[in-house]
C-alpha cells in the first residue's frame, strides 16, 4: 500500500478532530479530551506555532492516521526534545509497518533532538513498534498539576 506522511492543513481538522476522539476514548489514553482541547489541538498544528506540530497519514486519498509533536528543550539530556504527543492509525492499517514509518519519518526530520513519548502499559503493539525503533523505558513517575 501506497501512503504518504504530509502536514496537517486546515481541511485536515474535521477528520483529525473524529480520529481524536476514537484514540482518545480508547484504553491507550488516559484521558478522554474533549472538542475544546482537541480544535485547540488541530489550531496550535496547522498555525505558526513553535511549539507544535501536526502531521497526516494519507493512502487512497483518505486520512488513515496522525501525530502531533510538542517541541522542548531537555535539559537533562542536553538537547532539543520532540515529544511524540499523538501517534494514531487507524485499525485496518496497523501492523502493516507505517508506525514504523512514521517515527523513521521523525526521527529524520529532527536528527539532533531526543525523542520522547508515553505508552500505556497495555498497548502492547504500540509497545512492540517503538522498542523496534530504538526507544527505550524511562523509570520515572510523570507527575502534573
Known sequence: MEYIIRPMVERDAPTVIDM??????SPAVLSNGSK???EADV?????????A???VFEAEGSLIGYGMLAK???????KRCIWIEDLYLKEPYRGSGIGSRVLQFIME??????FRLEVEEENQRAIATYKKNGFTVLPYMEMKK
Open 53 to 55: 506540530e501536526g502531521f
Open 20 to 25: 481524536m476522539r476514537t484514540f482518545y476514548a
Open 43 to 51: 489550531a496550535e498544528c496547522v498555525g505558526d506555532s513553535p511549539y
Open 72 to 78: 522542548s528543550y531537555s535539559t537533562e539530556f542536553g
Open 109 to 114: 526530520r529532527f536528527p539532533a533532538c531526543i
Open 36 to 38: 475544546e482541547i482537541f
